[in-house]
Nanobody, 120 residues
Framework: QVQLVESGGGLVQAGGSLTLSCAASGNIFRIDVMGWYRQAPGKQRELVATTTRGGNTNYKDSVKGRFTISRDNAQNTVYLQMNSLIPEDTAVYYC??????????????WGRGTQVTVSS
């Protein structure tokens, strides 16, 4: 059984910063792509950023230059450094990981989410 636990969310003023963390645990052979998604009230869940094991990254256009995704493969942990936050960033942020099991293949897993609120 694999569990992803997000942390680091909270309330911040516009222009401020937050760092989100997501630690995966359980019977994990390897994790391939990890990423962050978010869902604002009344809107669909959207991709924020992803990163491969080798460090290749992709970002939603509106967060480029403000957010940085990184990971620690040894700890099965992914981070999202968020700078210059704006109220439009307010959402529940979810961690995603493509978990590889030794004999069963690769399957996506999701965390339960952490709330980020940016006030004006």
């Amino acid at each position: 059984q694999v569990q992803l636990v997000e942390s680091g969310g909270g309330l911040v003023q516009a222009g401020g910063s937050l760092t989100l963390s997501c630690a995966a645990s359980g019977n994990i052979f390897r994790i391939d792509v990890m990423g962050w998604y978010r869902q604002a009230p009344g809107k669909q869940r959207e991709l924020v950023a992803t990163t491969t094991r080798g460090g290749n990254t992709n970002y939603k256009d509106s967060v480029k230059g403000r957010f940085t995704i990184s990971r620690d493969n040894a700890q099965n942990t992914v981070y999202l450094q968020m700078n210059s936050l704006i109220p439009e960033d307010t959402a529940v942020y979810y961690c995603n990981a493509d978990v590889v099991f030794r004999y069963s293949g690769v399957y996506p897993h999701w965390g339960r989410g952490t709330q980020v609120t940016v006030s004006s």
